[in-house]
Nanobody, 119 residues
Framework: QVQLAESGGGLAQPGGSLRLSCAAS????????MGWHRQAPGKLREEVAT???????VYADSVKGRFTISRDNSKSTIYLQMNSLKPDDTAVYYC?????????????WGQGTQVTVSS
């Protein structure tokens, strides 16, 4: 069983930075593909970045070069460092996890944290 808890959202100015954290309560963190997704008002949820158990990463084109996803297996936690923020980054950000051994890739979701980029 996996439970996820995000933190670190808030208000940032354009060009600013925020760091999100997602702590996983689980004994199988080493098997989990972790990710960040976001959903802006009136839009579909989109994948922002993922990190595998081996720390391979994938990013959406819209955040490449600005966001960095990382994981600390000793703390069962992942992070999303967001730099050069833009108003278009405003959204609720959700942490996700699925067991790499699960062929169905069934995601578990956190409750979400609001990120607002505005001057």
């Amino acid at each position: 069983q996996v439970q996820l808890a995000e933190s670190g959202g808030g208000l940032a100015q354009p060009g600013g930075s925020l760091r999100l954290s997602c702590a996983a309560s689980t004994s199988i963190f080493g098997w989990l593909v972790m990710g960040w997704h976001r959903q802006a008002p009136g839009k579909l949820r989109e994948e922002v970045a993922t990190v595998t158990p081996g720390s391979s990463t994938v990013y959406a084109d819209s955040v490449k070069g600005r966001f960095t996803i990382s994981r600390d297996n000793s703390k069962s936690t992942i992070y999303l460092q967001m730099n050069s923020l833009k108003p278009d980054d405003t959204a609720v950000y959700y942490c996700s996890a699925f067991d790499i051994r699960d062929s169905g890739r069934n995601n578990v979701w956190g409750q979400g944290t609001q990120v607002t980029v505005s001057s």
